[in-house]
């Protein structure tokens, strides 16, 4: 399996904290399952989102072309 740099998922991954919304961050911490839950789809979806362009090489691929994008464009619910 594919895998991404360590320094580039923490940079995708902090930004992504940095410019949550007040109420995504909020409801991280919430007492009710349901809010947290809402806030971490929130979070999840904003981090595809930034991610979608990231491609992804196998060790020793440098020298091929590019793999597929880590996320296909559908973000469209599951189920």
């Given at each position: 399996?594919?895998?991404?740099?360590?320094?580039?998922?923490?940079?995708?991954?902090?930004?992504?904290?940095?410019?949550?919304?007040?109420?995504?961050?909020?409801?991280?911490?919430?007492?009710?399952p349901?809010?947290?839950?809402?806030?971490?789809?929130?979070?999840?979806?904003?981090?595809?989102?930034?991610?979608?362009?990231?491609?992804?090489?196998?060790?020793?691929?440098?020298?091929?072309?590019?793999?597929?994008?880590?996320?296909?464009?559908?973000?469209?619910?599951?189920?």
């Amino acid at each position: 399996m594919s895998r991404i740099a360590d320094e580039i998922l923490f940079t995708h991954i902090e930004v992504a904290l940095a410019v949550a919304s007040e109420a995504t961050l909020i409801g991280l911490g919430a007492d009710d399952p349901r809010t947290q839950r809402n806030a971490r789809v929130d979070l999840a979806r904003h981090l595809v989102e930034r991610m979608q362009g990231l491609e992804i090489e196998r060790e020793g691929n440098a020298g091929r072309s590019s793999q597929p994008t880590l996320f296909p464009g559908d973000l469209s619910p599951i189920g």
